[in-house]
Nanobody, 123 residues
Framework: QVQLVESGGGLVQPGGSLRLSCLVSGSILSINAMDWYRQAPGKQRELVAAITSGGSTNYADSVKGRFAITRDNAKNTAYLQMDSLQPEDTAVYYC?????????????????WGQGTQVTVSS
């Protein structure tokens, strides 16, 4: 059973920083893309940052220059470093990953979500 476990959310003052982690556990052959999404109350879930298996990154315009996504392939973990946080960054942050798993029919791709971690930016 593949699971994505997030950690690192919490309450921070405006201008502060947080670092989110996402661990992929289970029987997998490879981890392909890893992404962070967020969903604020009353809003749709939006892509915040993405990183490919090769390390190429992509960011939402609203977080460029403030957030950085990285991954440690040896640890099956992705990170989201969030600096200069603002109240509008308040949301539940979700990790998402596309993985390849071994099956009796051969390797197969699957997509998974984490349970979400709350980030609140408030003074």
């Amino acid at each position: 059973q593949v699971q994505l476990v997030e950690s690192g959310g919490g309450l921070v003052q405006p201008g502060g920083s947080l670092r989110l982690s996402c661990l992929v556990s289970g029987s997998i052959l490879s981890i392909n893309a890893m992404d962070w999404y967020r969903q604020a109350p009353g809003k749709q879930r939006e892509l915040v940052a993405a990183i490919t298996s090769g390390g190429s990154t992509n960011y939402a315009d609203s977080v460029k220059g403030r957030f950085a996504i990285t991954r440690d392939n040896a640890k099956n973990t992705a990170y989201l470093q969030m600096d200069s946080l603002q109240p509008e960054d308040t949301a539940v942050y979700y990790c998402h990953s596309d993985v390849t798993e071994p099956t009796m029919w051969g390797p197969k791709g699957y997509s998974y979500w984490g349970q979400g971690t709350q980030v609140t930016v408030s003074s």
